[in-house]
């Protein structure tokens, strides 16, 4: 009698959790899409590359081993920098959005 009560009750106990936990599921995909529309894109084209929607942040050239090549401030909504770098693979970052590009 006493296995019952407590399988019943651990039934209505999980039943009850899960739509606060489909709720919360609705409530951080609705932040991640709004995160998504102002996310930085990166354009490359020859040796210059133009950054897109990430005024304030800033844009980082690595090697591929994770050194530390340059930094530049994101001063407006969009702005080109030229890269005076040898051929080769670099990672290009800014905010999230992460680049792996080769130079040539």
């Known amino acids: 009698m006493h296995k019952k009560l407590l399988i019943i009750a ?3 106990l999980f039943t009850m959790t899960i739509p606060a ?3 919360n599921m609705v409530y951080e995909m609705g932040i991640a899409e709004q995160i998504e529309e102002n996310t930085p894109t990166i ?3 020859n040796n210059s590359v133009t950054i897109h929607d990430a005024q304030g942040l800033v844009f980082e050239v690595m090697s591929l081993t994770g050194k530390a090549i340059a930094a530049y401030k994101i001063e ?3 702005q080109r920098i030229e890269l005076n770098l040898p051929k080769g693979c670099y990672i290009l970052k800014v905010g999230k959005t992460v680049r792996k590009v080769t130079l040539r």
């Open 10 to 12: 651990a039934a209505m």
């Open 21 to 23: 936990t489909a709720a």
């Open 43 to 45: 354009k490359i084209q």
């Open 76 to 78: 407006g909504p969009s």
